[in-house]
């Protein structure tokens, strides 16, 4: 008996994450009814981190001040599989930490770690999302999603069959043939996400990809993305100017200080899975972070203040 692509290519997906089980839980169930415990992502003393920053810092020479301090001292570890969440505020670094670890820019010192060998430059085990997706409006769907996989040479066969199973994890399968400026924002979202995970990275880095969008929308999103990583087991680095966003979809939340960017502070969560925006246990736990933030927002406030009245 013959079988089909949709269902022979998920086997070559991760198969050492949550995945297998929690899936089988919540496929055919609404949300509501399932009660998922998150999957802690504690590290034995030999394994790897899939992620670490060793001690980062990065400086820029300005002509004006002579240099800025953007990134000090920062360490950091992501586990294979975890779902970190980063906030801050405005200006403390967190997209300049994801471009580095991209491999988009060089930090002054210290070294970025994926399975523990220093990254050096941009590498397909990594992907960055960006707030404006840079789909290709003259390319269909289906095409946009294939774009990545012609760049590293996948065969046709491959590619189409990646491109069907991929457009069918986002639910976008019956708009392949449309054109980006068909769909709505949340679409397009889904079709940007697709195109990354088409390229089967270890790391998905998600630079505020739904600050954009109504909050319907991003509610919605919120639910496929972490469908998408509890069935794909990949490790996601998020960040965002929400804070319950952070709460809602982390196993963990760094928060920044201000400029220079530092990890102030490091917040487990401890909830069930699914969670929901408006659960007051997301309300309580974001309100904590909140009130760390706080005193970081009122720092750069203070310094846009008085960068203003020396004008």
């Given at each position: 008996?013959s079988?089909?692509p949709?269902?022979?290519?998920?086997?070559s997906?991760?198969?050492?994450?949550?995945g297998?089980?929690?899936?089988?839980v919540?496929?055919g169930?609404?949300?509501?009814?399932?009660?998922?415990l998150?999957?802690?992502?504690?590290?034995?003393?030999?394994?790897?981190?899939?992620?670490?920053l060793?001690?980062?810092?990065?400086?820029?020479?300005?002509n004006?001040?002579?240099?800025?301090?953007a990134?000090?001292?920062?360490?950091?570890?992501?586990?294979?599989g975890?779902?970190l969440?980063i906030?801050?505020?405005?200006g403390?670094?967190k997209?300049?930490?994801?471009h580095?670890?991209a491999?988009?820019?060089?930090?002054t010192?210290?070294q970025v770690?994926?399975?523990?060998?220093?990254?050096s430059g941009?590498g397909?085990?990594r992907i960055?999302?960006?707030?404006?997706?840079?789909?290709?409006?003259?390319?269909?769907?289906?095409?946009?999603?294939?774009?990545?996989?012609?760049?590293?040479?996948?065969s046709?066969?491959?590619?189409?069959?990646?491109?069907?199973?991929?457009?069918?994890?986002?639910?976008?399968s019956?708009f392949?043939d449309?054109y980006?400026?068909?769909l709505?924002?949340?679409?397009?979202?889904r079709?940007a996400?697709?195109r990354?995970?088409?390229?089967?990275?270890?790391?998905l880095?998600?630079?505020?990809?739904?600050?954009?969008?109504?909050?319907?929308?991003r509610?919605?999103?919120?639910d496929?993305l972490?469908?998408?990583?509890?069935?794909?087991g990949?490790?996601?680095?998020?960040?965002?100017?929400?804070?319950?966003e952070?709460?809602?979809?982390?196993?963990?939340?760094a928060?920044?200080t201000?400029?220079?960017?530092?990890?102030k502070?490091e917040?487990p969560?401890?909830?069930?899975?699914?969670?929901?925006?408006?659960?007051?246990?997301v309300?309580?736990?974001?309100?904590e972070?909140?009130?760390?933030?706080?005193?970081?927002?009122?720092?750069?406030?203070e310094?846009?203040?008085?960068?203003?009245?020396?004008?």
């Amino acid at each position: 008996m013959s079988t089909s692509p949709q269902n022979t290519y998920p086997s070559s997906l991760p198969q050492d994450h949550r995945g297998a089980g929690r899936a089988s839980v919540l496929r055919g169930k609404p949300a509501s009814s399932v009660t998922v415990l998150p999957v802690r992502h504690e590290a034995g003393a030999n394994v790897i981190p899939k992620v670490s920053l060793d001690n980062i810092s990065l400086s820029y020479k300005t002509n004006a001040k002579g240099s800025l301090v953007a990134l000090e001292n920062i360490s950091l570890q992501v586990q294979q599989g975890e779902f970190l969440c980063i906030v801050g505020p405005s200006g403390c670094g967190k997209s300049t930490l994801l471009h580095l670890i991209a491999g988009l820019h060089n930090q002054t010192s210290g070294q970025v770690l994926i399975d523990g060998k220093a990254v050096s430059g941009p590498g397909t085990d990594r992907i960055l999302i960006f707030q404006e997706l840079g789909l290709f409006p003259w390319l269909t769907v289906g095409q946009n999603v294939e774009f990545g996989m012609k760049m590293k040479n996948i065969s046709k066969a491959e590619r189409e069959e990646k491109t069907q199973y991929y457009l069918k994890l986002v639910h976008l399968s019956k708009f392949r043939d449309s054109y980006i400026h068909q769909l709505s924002g949340g679409m397009r979202q889904r079709v940007a996400l697709a195109r990354a995970l088409a390229t089967e990275p270890d790391v998905l880095l998600m630079d505020e990809p739904f600050a954009a969008l109504d909050a319907q929308t991003r509610d919605l999103l919120h639910d496929e993305l972490e469908r998408i990583w509890s069935e794909t087991g990949r490790t996601i680095i998020f960040v965002t100017h929400n804070v319950r966003e952070a709460v809602r979809l982390g196993d963990r939340v760094a928060l920044m200080t201000f400029r220079p960017g530092r990890v102030k502070q490091e917040f487990p969560i401890h909830l069930p899975r699914p969670r929901h925006m408006e659960e007051t246990d997301v309300a309580r736990t974001a309100g904590e972070v909140l009130a760390c933030l706080r005193d970081e927002i009122n720092k750069s406030l203070e310094v846009e203040y008085a960068d203003e009245k020396a004008k």
